[in-house]
Structure formats: structure tokens, C-alpha cells
């Protein structure tokens, strides 16, 4: 019972966060509720944690899909809200905190259960924090990108169904989702390397070629082929945006979409 109210405080300050901001964003007071706002989400980060520890540690090394859902949600959200600490990104409370919230209440339900019987090695543990980091810095540059395509849209008084309140600049934004990408892309590219070379010390048994094999790699020269057209050829607005979701869609088909399929739909 604790847990599920635990579960719920979570939902409840995620969602209270991102409603509150779109009802105070226009207000003479904005600036203070926004700081209540960073100590609200903290606060979420913390008991969301406590969450994950319990249902991922606790029992064994329990790497169900809707406790890695609820990870990756976890790090997006607190990679958000240290960016927002130094560029303003209060906007992307609308993107981020709503699925954030979602997905921190999946594993109440104990769908999904997967324990990793290589729990203890280190080059294991390395490799999936390795791999969460990436997805989830991955998820943050598709939610800012999003973020981006908005703010662009309102710039040019084009039409959108999200009215944004405020956003930073978009040399800033860009900016920022490039170094995102970047530091995305060296996560990835360690964890396919790590997982190519290691791949009997890390899941017990030779590499295999399959279709999560397939998306992650074609995942991966997306990100780098957007890298290298923005350092060589200056690329950047809705073409930058249109690679980044390309890339995150890929990685959604390698990793979330077999998990679905094989724990959630065939219970396995």
C-alpha cells in the first residue's frame, strides 16, 4: 500500500507540475512559481528513485520492460531538470513530465518481470547504465526537438496545437540538442561496441545479428550522419529535427518494441 501511494505522489507532482505551468506561465509571478516547480520536480525525482531501486534491486536484478520504461523516464526527466537549471527550459515541462508520469506508474502493476542472472558482473552493470543513459539522453533530445519544431512554428506564426508560453532562444536550443546528441551518440556507440566485443561475458551467449541488432545500428548512423552534416555542412532547423526523430524511432523499434512484444504480449 505504501508503494502504490508512493507510485502516486509521483503521477500526482509530475502532472501538478506540468499543469501549473501552463496555468501561471503569462503571470507577473512566474519566476517564483517556476522555482517551486524545480524543487517539485526533485522531489519526484527522489521518491520516483526510492522507486526503481525497489522494484529493480530489492528482489534480484529485475530489468522487466516497464522498469526499464520507467528508468529511462526517470533519467529524461532529471536530465531535464539539470538543463533547466542553466538554459530555462521550463517549456519542456509539457513533453516531458506527462509520459515521465505514465511510465514511473507502469511497474505498479507488475506486469513484467525479467531477472538477469548476470547481475553481479561488472561489465553487465556497465553496459545497461551505459545503454539507459543513452536511450534517455536520446528521449530528451526527441522531446527537445519537439520542443523545437513548436517554438520554430510559432516564430513564423505557423499554425500548431501547442501554444508555447515561452521558450528560449533557438540558436540556444539548438545548441543544446547538439550536444545532447553528441554525448548520446558516444553512449550508443560504447554500447554497441561493448556489446559486439563482450557480448558472451555480458548476456552469456554469442552476439546475434537480430533485428535489435539491425535497428540500433541503423540508429546509430543516423545520429552519426546528423552529426557529421551539422560539423561539416552547417546542418540545423526541421532537417537536424527530422534526424533526430528518425534516429529515436529506430531506437524504439530495436530495444522498446522486442521488449513489448516478448514480455507484454507473449508473457515470456
Known amino acids: 500500500m505504501q508503494k ?17 505551468f501552463w496555468r501561471c506561465a503569462k503571470t507577473p509571478a512566474m519566476s517564483q512559481y517556476l522555482k517551486l516547480h524545480s524543487t517539485m520536480i526533485a522531489f ?13 534491486f530489492v528482489n534480484g536484478y529485475n530489468l522487466g520492460f516497464f522498469n526499464v520504461l520507467s528508468a529511462i523516464a526517470w533519467l529524461t526527466v532529471l536530465i531535464y531538470w539539470v538543463a533547466d537549471l542553466n538554459h530555462k527550459l521550463t517549456s519542456l515541462q509539457a513533453f516531458v513530465l506527462p509520459p515521465a508520469a505514465i511510465f514511473a506508474l ?6 513484467t518481470n525479467h531477472f538477469m542472472p ?26 527537445h526537438a519537439l520542443l523545437m519544431t513548436v517554438a520554430e512554428r510559432s516564430l513564423h506564426n505557423k499554425p500548431t496545437l501547442i501554444k508555447l ?26 554500447t554497441l561496441v561493448s556489446g559486439m566485443l563482450f557480448s558472451e561475458e555480458i548476456f552469456g551467449k554469442p552476439m546475434q545479428f537480430n533485428h535489435k541488432a539491425v535497428f540500433s545500428i541503423a540508429s546509430w548512423f543516423i545520429y552519426g550522419g546528423l552529426l557529421y552534416g551539422r560539423y561539416q555542412y552547417g546542418w540545423r532547423g526541421l532537417k537536424a529535427i527530422r534526424w533526430t526523430l ?4 529506430l531506437l524504439v523499434l530495436a530495444y522498446v518494441g522486442s521488449k513489448f512484444i516478448l514480455e507484454v504480449l507473449l508473457g515470456r
Open 165 to 190: 508560453p515561452s521558450f528560449p532562444p533557438l540558436m540556444v536550443m539548438e545548441s543544446l540538442l547538439f550536444r545532447i546528441i553528441s554525448l548520446g551518440f558516444i553512449l550508443l556507440t560504447i
Open 106 to 111: 507502469l511497474p505498479a502493476s507488475n506486469a
Open 44 to 56: 519526484g525525482l527522489i521518491i520516483h528513485a526510492w522507486l526503481l531501486y525497489q522494484t529493480i
Open 246 to 249: 528518425a534516429g529515436f524511432i
Open 118 to 143: 548476470l547481475a553481479e558482473s561488472p561489465l553487465f552493470l556497465a553496459h545497461i547504465t551505459i545503454a539507459l543513459l543513452a536511450y534517455s539522453l536520446f528521449t530528451f533530445a526527441t522531446f
Open 4 to 20: 502504490l501511494i508512493s507510485y502516486f505522489a509521483v503521477v500526482f507532482i509530475y502532472l501538478a507540475v506540468a499543469t501549473d
